[in-house]
């Protein structure tokens, strides 16, 4: 049987999670940063499965169909700050409108951007449902601290 995490429910209720099923999405318009990032996560042993989707708005809809779906729903989201079309910052507004209220699970997100803007800093801080923000490149310590902050070790 694999490593045990704790995942806290929309309720705050604990949950166990099986190493192998934590799942992880990543919402970033760069392929190659995206097959860079799912190498890593795979080094870390941490997922079950990962999702890519190259688009915020691929993302939104992937939510809003699945929303009654836990198991379709990430456990864990990284999601870039600059995309064409939606950004991240529009993705967080629709989120927060249309699948936040919602949804019957707790997803960490975590802003994974290269911008080192005060000013998103400051942002992702004071948005509610942002958890994290990190600075690319994402990295194998970063998803460690994610992971046991988020998911702790029981």
Known sequence: MGLLLRSISKSNELHNLDVNTLKIAIIDDDE?????????????KVAGSIKEFQR????L????????DTSA?????FLDINMPIMNGWQFLEEYSKRVLPGLPK???LCMLSSSVYKKDVDEAKKNRQVDEYLS???????????????????
């Open 136 to 154: 690319k490149p994402l990295t194998q310590d970063k998803i460690e601290f994610l992971v046991e902050k988020y998911f702790g070790h029981p």
């Open 56 to 59: 915020a708005r691929q993302a």
């Open 61 to 68: 809809d992937f939510f809003i169909k699945n929303i009654n």
């Open 32 to 44: 190659v940063s995206n097959f860079i990032y799912r190498k890593v996560i795979e080094t870390t």
């Open 106 to 108: 707790r997803i960490v």
């Open 73 to 77: 729903l990430p456990d864990l989201v």
